[in-house]
């Protein structure tokens, strides 16, 4: 059974900080990796889609890799800001039933 | 892109009541549909797959006469939460496959309803 991590769990940063999100799956024959965004009593928002063909994914200020050999995935975040304060999934798409992670809370301060 | 909408976004009810959420793929066909119930501070748990025209098959753990799901066509799916309670109070995302492109489904999520049982 596909298990998703993300790590870390939650993360506060100054504006203008670039950083890194990461997304671990322990089944690395994915379909598709895909990363969302979710705000306070919101839905989920699709921010990118990997394709298990593909190695990466790119934006605006959002770059998402791929790595199906190391079961990993991250999304890096360029010069954060306050609005992207929020919490970020990752989901594996799964050959059938897609899995998520539980998610890092971001909190990013002026 | 492809679309999927829930409604309601939010509902608050009295227990005992029963409540249904709509999910609906706006520009494509979903065979299958997702439920997901998520807890605050949880990650989304899902709940059962809902396929056109057939039974639901749901998660363990997950009772089938509580949540009832009605796929009856290819764009629409209804969980109904029956004899609500409080502890059924949650978020319900919903999600979609696309299955334009063979070998390269995509899902597709709803915005989520917030139900608030009294």
């Known amino acids: 059974k596909q298990e998703v991590t993300q790590i870390p769990a939650a993360l506060s940063v100054p504006e203008g900080e670039n950083l890194v999100l990461n997304c671990s799956f322990t089944?690395?024959?994915?379909?598709?990796l895909q990363w969302f965004r979710q705000d306070p009593g919101k839905g989920l928002t699709s921010l990118l889609l990997i394709q298990s063909s593909q190695r990466e994914q790119t934006s605006g200020r959002l770059n998402a890799s791929l790595d199906k050999s190391s079961g990993r995935s991250t999304l890096y975040i360029a010069a954060s800001q306050p609005g992207d304060s929020a919490t970020y999934l990752c989901a594996e798409g799964g050959s059938y039933i897609p899995t998520f992670g539980r998610g890092t809370s971001l909190i990013v301060h002026p | 892109g492809a679309v999927v909408s829930q409604h309601p976004s939010r509902v608050i009810c009295k227990s005992g009541t029963s409540v249904k959420i709509e999910c609906r793929s706006l520009?494509?066909?979903?065979?299958?549909m997702f439920w997901y119930r998520q807890f605050p501070k949880k990650s989304l748990m899902l709940m059962a797959t809902?396929?056109?025209?057939?039974?639901?098959?749901?998660e363990q753990g997950v009772e089938k006469d509580k949540f009832l799901i009605n796929h009856a066509s290819l764009t629409l799916s209804t969980l109904t939460v029956t004899s609500a309670h409080p502890e059924d109070s949650s978020f319900y995302i919903c999600s979609a496959r696309d299955l334009m492109v063979r070998g390269q489904e995509t899902q597709y999520f709803g915005p989520g309803t917030r139900l608030l049982v009294l």
């Open positions: 809902s396929n056109e025209g057939s039974k639901a098959t749901y």
């Open positions: 089944d690395s024959a994915i379909y598709n």
């Open positions: 520009d494509f066909q979903a065979t299958t």
